[in-house]
């Protein structure tokens, strides 16, 4: 009974150092996840306003009453359900504030903490250090902030800033204490703060007397993952601290803190059982398990059932308190938590009704779609369908061409982690074609994974097709609606080159005595005449190539048809005698006959090029010009020296 009194002694000593390091586990594990849900709000709250359109407009431009109103409803939303919520602010990429909720600084004043964001990674979130007293908010403040990116180009054209003070992780800290009220976890922010340490709301790291622990507070050594904490034993303190998650420059860590004295004292009880009996061990074994079993483990597993019904649907579901020990306040605040989460998508959907855009998030991890009610409204389309390993869904009411387009985007989005911005045809719900712009982020772990996909689509139709309306018009003559001589040229030089030498014919006509027509009838009557021709080229070329106007009464033809081709001067004659058969002008009253010299080229045959070629064929025609007109002619070398006809067919 000896021997096992004193190996139970050692035994029990060291169980009871061992339960207080984990015991420092458990309660820094609960209280950093309502830290880091907290913190991760803000960040999905910044996230949010970096791709929404008012933060582009203000960091591109500085200007836009109604960017501004709708940022101040949104910073308003935020502040209604963040207590620690100060200041809600938008700076272009140099750090010049353009918008503020609250009026601080003044506008275009550089943003306080600017000089943290200096060497800032694009599509980051970034967690700065605690302010202490900072001079403009009068209060420990810090910030988070994320770059925008207006035109989804991967440029920084400004920053999404909210600035926090500690009240609302002062508050939870103020819950973190364990261990008979002798233990309790502080936070530091990895550079220069603590909170929350021996009784302190915040102070400075180098303030603390104890080395040790001030080293504990500054060291920047990491665990191997998120689940390992690091263990210390220092300075007549002992815990274990880890840092938080949620943005790619984030060094905040929480640090459990405990009295090492007090935790050696409590063997003393451990020490007393191992001088029982073995049967008195094995009654309060069993006890403890009984006790384990109905404090702990019961209260877990509760847990766990509600959060797997929340999570099939259940979103109204909570934790019914009945425990009077620390999984009161774990379960509160499990609940507490619920709320938050409920709240944040309750103002997802309030921010998505009010705004003309429509949202859509991937959640890889849970495997799940969302969609905003408007999104819905829009698209006939169920999110439920959604295939997540590759992006696809979207495609679905995608035309053939864009669909192609949208996946492999969509596959270099997931491949990259970065952000995406294109332009797509989309189908809605009454059938409309429309045009819509989808801008995408990808959200990664620390492991660089893909957590969630996070989009916006807008309605970009009338501004597309003005776009492409305007692009149109300059491409063509007025008057003849054929190809101006720019687009001709253009479009002449990438035929020749697509056509990898094989043989390409170029008609130039010319109009012949078209002043004659201009001086005799008018420029109303020589306008139907351009018209005329128009009218009669488009139909020769419809199928076989296209046509240009080069300006006054000069038109070029660009023949592609093989079959055409061979027949160019058959098709030169029928042109000329279906011209010289002209129209009955209603203007002048009167018939009139066009007659037209018509040059021929072909290429490579009389041109490397397409200027080259044109240029023959222009040569042509005024051969045909100076050797009685109303014919064709195909290009000779000689031709400018030429006297006659004796070459034309």
């Not at 979130?125 to 302010?131: A, L, V």
């Not at 207006?150 to 909210?162: P, Q, R, S, T, V």
């Not at 002062?170 to 603590?194: A, N, P, Q, R």
């Not at 093989?562 to 009253?589: C, F, M, R, T, V």
Request: glycine letters at 8%.
């Amino acid at each position: 009974m000896l021997i096992v009194g004193i190996v139970g002694y050692f035994s029990m000593t060291g169980f009871a150092a061992n339960s207080v390091s984990q015991f420092a586990r458990a309660a820094g594990a609960a209280q950093q996840e309502i830290i880091n849900q907290y913190i991760n709000e803000c960040i999905s709250d910044v996230a949010y306003l970096s791709l929404s359109r008012p933060a582009g407009t203000l960091a591109k431009s500085g200007q836009g009453d109604d960017a501004k109103s709708m940022l101040s409803l949104i910073a308003e939303n935020i502040a209604d359900r963040n207590s620690g919520f100060k200041n809600l602010v938008i700076t272009d990429s140099s750090g010049n504030i353009v918008y503020e909720y609250e009026d601080i600084q003044g506008m275009k004043e550089s943003f306080f903490g600017f000089e943290e964001l200096e060497g800032y990674s694009e599509g980051s979130t970034k967690i700065s250090k605690i302010y202490m007293n900072n001079e403009d908010y009068e209060t420990s403040v810090f910030y988070v902030a994320k770059s925008i990116d207006a035109d989804g180009l991967n440029n920084i054209d400004g920053f999404a800033i909210e600035i926090i003070d500690l009240s609302k992780i002062s508050e939870i800290l103020s819950k973190t204490s364990y261990g008979e009220g002798k233990g309790y976890l502080s936070v530091t922010d990895g550079t220069g703060c603590v909170l929350n340490y021996e009784g302190n709301a915040v102070q400075k790291i180098d303030d603390i007397t104890d080395s040790g622990i001030r080293d504990v507070m500054k060291s920047t050594v990491k665990p191997t993952s998120a689940e390992n904490n690091i263990d210390y034993n220092v300075g007549g303190k002992l815990g274990c601290y880890n840092y938080f998650t949620g943005a790619s420059s984030l060094n905040w860590k929480w640090v459990s803190v405990y009295p090492a004295n007090i935790a050696m004292s409590q063997i003393a009880v451990p020490l007393a059982i191992s001088l029982g009996t073995m049967v008195v061990l094995a009654v309060i074994c069993a006890l403890l398990g009984i006790l384990i079993t109905k404090s702990i483990v019961n209260p877990m597993n509760e847990m766990v059932k509600v959060a797997r019904e929340i999570q099939e649907g259940d979103r109204d579901k909570r934790l019914d308190i009945k425990a009077h020990n620390e999984f009161k306040d774990i379960s509160e605040l499990f609940n507490n938590m619920l709320d938050d989460v409920s709240m944040s998508e309750e103002l997802h959907r309030t921010i998505s009704d009010i705004s003309d855009n429509m949202l859509f998030e991937w959640d890889f991890h849970k495997e799940t779609m969302y969609v905003s009610d408007n999104f819905k409204e829009k698209f006939d389309i169920d999110p439920s369908e959604a295939q997540l390993a590759n992006g696809k869904f979207l495609d679905k009411i995608m035309t053939e061409d864009y669909a192609e387009i949208y996946k492999r985007d969509i596959s270099a989005l997931l491949k990259n982690r970065t952000g995406h911005s294109g332009e797509y045809q989309m189908t809605t719900k009454n059938g409309s074609l429309l045009w819509f712009s989808i801008r995408a982020l990808c959200v990664t772990d620390r492991l660089g994974e893909p957590l969630r996909v996070i989009g916006v689509v807008t309605d970009i139709d009338s501004e597309k097709k003005l776009e492409l309306q305007l692009s149109e018009r300059a491409s063509y003559d007025f008057l003849s609606q054929l190809y101006n001589r720019s687009t001709f040229e253009r479009e002449l030089k990438s035929e020749i080159e697509r056509s990898a030498h094989a043989k390409v014919a170029v008609l130039f006509i010319d109009v012949d005595d078209f002043k004659f027509i201009n001086d005799r009838f008018g420029h109303s009557v020589g306008d139907e005449v351009i018209k005329y021709v128009a009218g009669c080229i488009k139909q020769r070329v419809k199928g076989s190539g296209f046509a240009g106007r080069f300006g006054g009464d000069e038109f070029v033809l660009c023949i592609t048809d093989p079959k055409q081709i061979e027949e160019i001067e058959s098709l030169s004659l029928d042109l000329i005698d279906e011209l010289y058969e002209g129209y009955h002008s209603e203007l002048a009253n009167v018939s009139i006959n066009v007659k037209a010299s018509i040059g021929i080229a072909f290429y490579p045959e009389h041109g490397d090029d397409s200027n080259k070629v044109v240029a023959a064929a222009d040569e042509a025609m005024y051969f045909v010009k100076k050797n009685g007109k109303a014919n064709y002619h195909i290009y000779q070398p000689e031709d400018s020296e030429m006297e006659d006809l004796q070459h034309t067919l």
